[in-house]
C-alpha cells in the first residue's frame, strides 16, 4: 500500500532508504565517525550518553528544547508505525535531534552523505552547515490511513542553529519509507541509538570547533550566518553569493557613485565618493555553497 505523503508546513520531500542501519561512534572533528552495521531497535542506549568519550554526559540541556507543535491527538485506527514528534536540544559538548513514533520502532539508517536529495522526485533538500546526515525509517509514516490524518503535525523544518546541529528538514514520506535530512556545522562524531516509553530514534552530534566567525560586515557570527545560508539555499538574496555585489551593498551605505573594481577574486578596490579609497576582501567561509563575507576593510 503506498502512504500518502505528508503535507506539514510546505510539505515532505523525500530520498530512498539504505538496506541496513548504521549505528555510528563519534570519531575526531575532522574525520567521519567509524561505522558499524547493527540492529536499528535490538538494545536501546541509555539517554545520558554523550556522543564523544571525551564530552561530559549530561541529560539537561544548556539550551531550549525546540519541538515541533502538535494538534489534538487523533487515533489511528490502522495498526503500524507513525512519527508523533520531532524534538532538538543543545547539550553540554553535544546536540540531540529525537524522532518519536507511535506503534512499534522502525528499522532505521543514519549515513553521512555528500548532499540529501528528496524522496521520490530527487531534488537537493535545503540544509544549513556543511555537513549532511541522511536519516531514514523503513516501515514508518507521517500519515494515519485510517483515518486519513497527520500524525505529525509540526513544521516540515526546524532550524535551531546550534552550535553543530542547524537544520533537520523531512525529505519524504514515500511507501512506507519516512526521510529526513540533518545539517551540521561540521564533520564531527554521531551516534544514534533507541529510546522506549515513548519509543523514540535518537541522534547526538559532537560539537565542532569552527573558529572565529571570519565576517566584518554584515553577517558576523557563525549563528547569524547559518541563518543566512538557509535562507540564501531556499532562494532569498541570491546576489549574497556573488562577491562584487556583496561589496557594492557595504559600498552602498557611504551613498551612490561609489566604484567598485575587482583587484582579485576576493579583493576589490572601492573609490567613495568622498573621494577616499578602501581595499574590500572576503571569503566564503564554509567548504559548500553559501554566502559571500568581507573578512577586511582597509
Request: glycine content about 10%; charged content about 10%; proline content about 9%.
Amino acid at each position: 500500500m503506498r502512504y500518502a505523503r505528508l503535507a506539514a508546513a510546505a510539505g515532505l520531500i523525500g530520498l530512498a532508504g539504505c538496506a541496513t542501519t548504521s549505528v555510528h561512534s563519534p570519531g575526531g572533528t575532522q574525520s567521519p565517525a567509524t561505522s558499524a552495521t547493527a540492529s536499528s531497535a535490538a538494545s536501546p542506549a541509555p539517554s545520558t550518553a554523550a556522543p564523544a568519550p571525551t564530552v561530559t554526559p549530561t541529560v539537561t540541556p544548556t539550551g531550549t528544547p525546540s519541538a515541533s507543535p502538535g494538534g489534538p491527538a487523533q487515533v489511528c485506527l490502522q495498526a503500524g508505525t507513525y512519527l508523533t514528534a520531532v524534538r532538538t536540544a543543545e547539550h553540554i559538548g553535544y546536540d540531540r535531534v529525537a524522532f518519536q513514533f507511535s506503534g512499534n520502532l522502525p528499522s532505521f539508517t543514519v549515513e553521512q552523505v555528500r548532499a540529501v536529495y528528496s524522496d521520490p522526485r530527487g531534488t537537493p533538500v535545503a540544509l544549513a552547515g556543511q555537513s549532511y546526515l541522511r536519516v531514514v525509517f523503513h516501515g514508518a509514516s507521517a500519515v494515519c490511513p485510517q483515518p486519513l490524518h497527520q500524525t505529525y503535525t509540526g513544521p516540515a523544518a526546524l532550524t535551531p542553529y546550534y552550535p553543530e546541529l542547524q537544520t533537520v528538514s523531512a525529505a519524504g514520506d514515500f511507501e512506507a519509507v519516512l526521510s529526513f535530512g540533518v545539517g551540521l556545522a561540521g564533520q564531527g562524531g554521531y551516534r544514534a541509538f533507541t529510546l522506549a516509553n515513548p519509543n523514540r530514534v535518537v541522534i547526538d552530534v559532537t560539537h565542532v570547533a569552527l573558529g572565529e566567525f571570519p565576517g566584518v560586515w554584515d553577517i558576523t557570527s557563525w549563528a547569524q550566518y547559518w541563518a543566512t545560508q538557509y535562507a540564501w539555499l531556499n532562494g532569498h538574496q541570491p546576489w549574497l553569493s556573488v562577491p562584487s555585489l556583496v561589496v557594492q551593498a557595504w559600498a552602498a551605505g557611504y551613498g551612490s557613485g561609489a566604484v567598485v573594481r575587482q583587484v582579485s577574486a576576493n579583493t576589490f578596490q572601492v573609490s567613495l565618493p568622498d573621494g577616499k579609497t578602501r581595499m574590500v576582501t572576503g571569503v566564503r567561509p564554509v567548504s559548500v555553497p553559501g554566502p559571500w563575507v568581507i573578512t577586511e576593510i582597509t
